[in-house]
């Protein structure tokens, strides 16, 4: 755990005049703790972009974005999950929380898993929101909405999806599809996740966004699971959940966030977020 981590579970004297709203402060406060936690897991080790969470965007580091737009979602407190020290130093320079976590972990579930047991190891929080650490464009507004299907205690986790509407994403195996029956107000059940175009027929596609809210107990029996053939097949791990009988729930969301792989998706972030800052 980093030194701020480690302040922020201060005396309540030492923790006087903060803002008991703010993230650190909720962390410091358990009895005010809201429901969910917001995690973002960052690691240094990506192969298309190196070093992708440090990278410049309108003056600050990527994983700064993606932390703000977490806490402006405000529906709880936010940390930063990582196993490198220059992304927590990053983060806590502008006032944020960061938890060092493992180097060998699988996937970034797994660091989540880890994470959240360092944060709150009494179980203070039973919902935990993964937001990943290259969406430094994400709507606050979506963020939040990812949590309502948990509403309905039959679903185990829930997730965002929004309308395919460019004709060539349809056949891009990078665009993972939804496949699911509608079970309220812009809100699916999901079937199926693949690469492929699908489901057959008239009807929108819809592109799956890779934003998670967890039960707690799910997330820690997801962890658990082996792998799934599915999974192993289409290289998605969220079939993982699907095969296991758990209930994953998408909200229909119509900002697509810019997941940031390539040095073409960075210009283009940062295109966007300097085009903001002048409006």
């Known amino acids: 755990m980093t030194s701020r981590t480690a302040a922020a579970r201060g005396s309540p004297a030492r923790d006087a005049g903060r803002d008991p709203?703010?993230?650190?402060?909720?962390l410091a406060?358990?009895?005010i703790m809201s429901d969910p936690l917001i995690l973002i897991p960052a690691r240094l080790a990506a192969t298309r972009l190196p070093s992708k969470p440090l990278a410049e965007i309108a003056g600050e580091p990527m994983i700064v974005h993606v932390w703000r737009r977490a806490v402006e979602a405000g529906i709880g407190p936010v940390v930063v999950a990582t196993d490198t020290a220059e992304i927590a130093a990053a983060v806590e320079a502008q006032g944020g929380l960061a938890v060092m976590t493992r180097t060998d972990h699988p996937s970034g579930s797994?660091?989540?898993a880890e994470a959240l047991e360092i944060v709150?190891?009494?179980g203070n929080h039973d919902v935990v929101v993964n937001v990943q650490g290259d969406l430094p464009t994400i709507d606050p507004e979506i963020i939040a909405a990812a949590v309502t299907p948990l509403a309905d205690p039959q679903v185990d986790i829930a997730t965002l999806c929004a309308v395919i509407h460019r004709a060539e994403e349809m056949d891009d195996p990078n665009v993972v599809k939804i496949i699911g029956h509608t079970v309220g107000p812009n809100r699916l059940r999901a079937l199926a996740f693949t690469r492929a175009r699908a489901p057959w027929g008239e009807g929108p596609l819809f592109h799956h966004i890779g934003l998670y809210a967890y039960r707690r107990k799910a997330l820690a029996r997801f962890v658990r699971l082996p792998q799934g053939e599915?999974?192993?097949r289409e290289k998605l791990e969220q079939l993982r959940a699907l095969e296991a009988g758990m209930r994953i729930d998408a909200m229909i969301v119509e900002d697509l966030p810019l997941g940031v792989d390539t040095p073409?998706?960075?210009e283009r972030a940062r295109t966007l977020l300097a085009v903001r800052r002048l409006n």
Do not use: F, N
Not at 21 to 26: D, I, L, Y
């Open 230 to 232: 599915l999974e192993r």
């Open 21 to 26: 709203t703010s993230s650190t402060a909720a």
């Open 264 to 266: 073409a998706d960075l």
């Open 110 to 112: 797994d660091r989540l």
């Open 29 to 31: 406060h358990p009895s």
């Open 120 to 122: 709150d190891p009494d």
